[in-house]
């Protein structure tokens, strides 16, 4: 299973980035997906999850901001970040989720500065 993430860059606060994480090795529609985002000095984060049903769940801080999508005929998860902060910058990396399993990405780096 690997899974690959791309859409990071630098922005300026207040502007938009939409993430993608390619899946392959595995149907990522029969798995639950999420988000997450590390930064040095707080670990990971948790961001959003997506289930096999569509439904979708949101850390607080991100909720209204953030919208986490999935393709399935494409085999990708998706992060559309909306109204970034300086807050949201971070290493953002995105899991798919099996039973007992987790597969991680390697992340992609998104800077929110002026």
């Known amino acids: 299973v690997q899974l690959v993430e791309s859409g990071g860059g630098l922005v300026q606060p207040g502007g938009s980035l939409k993430l993608s994480c390619a899946v392959s090795?595995?149907?990522?529609?029969?798995?639950?997906m999420m988000w997450a985002r590390q930064v040095p000095e707080k670990g990971r984060e948790w961001i959003a999850s997506?289930?096999?049903?569509?439904?979708?769940y949101y850390a607080d801080r991100v909720k209204g901001r953030f919208t986490i999508s999935r393709d399935n005929a494409e085999n990708t998860v998706y992060l559309q970040m909306d109204n970034l902060e300086r807050a949201d910058t971070g290493v953002y990396l995105c899991?798919?989720?099996?039973?007992?399993?987790?597969?991680w990405g390697q992340g992609t780096q998104v800077t929110v500065s002026s």
């Open positions: 899991a798919l989720l099996d039973r007992d399993a987790e597969y």
């Open positions: 090795g595995f149907n990522s529609g029969d798995a639950k």
């Open positions: 997506i289930f096999r049903d569509g439904g979708s």
